[in-house]
């Protein structure tokens, strides 16, 4: 399966700007009996956290190659055991996005904003999929949050923009918008 031009260009930008650089919390610190206590947990903690950033690496490479379906089982697992990982949700988005799994991949972009506020490109692909999905107000929403919080993508936002607001005038499902090109 081909990569969708929209992917592309937003993995591009997340990329150059560091956004898809992996990042997990610490462990939860406390007292020194606590501790002890939490020790065995917190080494469970951590090896999980460590699995789960060598499968994030590991999907990433099978969604390079457009290995989808592998990408996708490896992220399951990842964000099965470290789901407070923005870039393995974030992947998973991206996955589903190119598979046409469109309220999965919303829900994950969600997720990633959830955990990750201001992260434009998340928004401005949720509001991609809210598209295919003929949800256009969302879209709509989506399009302008993408505007304010991302520069590099305030143009390609403000032209998907004026879309989402004419299909949603339309009032139907008809209009859906099928490239780069008729954004512009």
């Known amino acids: ?18 956004s898809l650089a992996a990042f997990w919390s610490d462990a939860p610190r ?19 956290t460590l699995t789960a950033k060598r499968m994030y690496a590991s999907a990433q490479a099978s969604y390079d190659e457009h290995n989808y379906q592998d990408a996708l089982e490896t992220l399951n697992e990842a964000v099965r055991l470290d789901p407070s990982s923005a870039p393995s949700t974030l992947l998973r988005a991206l996955t589903y996005f190119q598979m046409g799994k469109y309220n999965e991949a919303a829900h ?5 904003i959830q955990l990750e506020p201001s992260h434009g490109a998340a928004y401005f692909l949720r509001g991609q999929c ?12 989506d399009f302008q949050k993408t505007a304010e919080l991302d520069a590099n993508l305030r143009t390609q936002a403000m032209a998907w923009l004026r879309k989402a607001q004419a299909a949603s005038l339309a009032g139907g499902s008809h209009g859906r918008i099928s ?3 008729d954004a512009a």
């Open 1 to 18: 399966m081909k990569p969708h031009p929209f992917a592309l260009l937003v993995i591009t930008v997340l990329i150059g700007s560091g």
């Open 30 to 48: 406390g007292s020194d009996q606590h501790a002890k206590k939490q020790g065995l947990r917190n080494s469970d903690q951590t090896e999980a």
């Open 108 to 112: 994950d972009f969600t997720v990633d």
């Open 130 to 141: 809210y598209l295919k999905l003929a949800s256009y107000q969302s879209a709509v929403s």
């Open 179 to 181: 490239s780069a090109a």
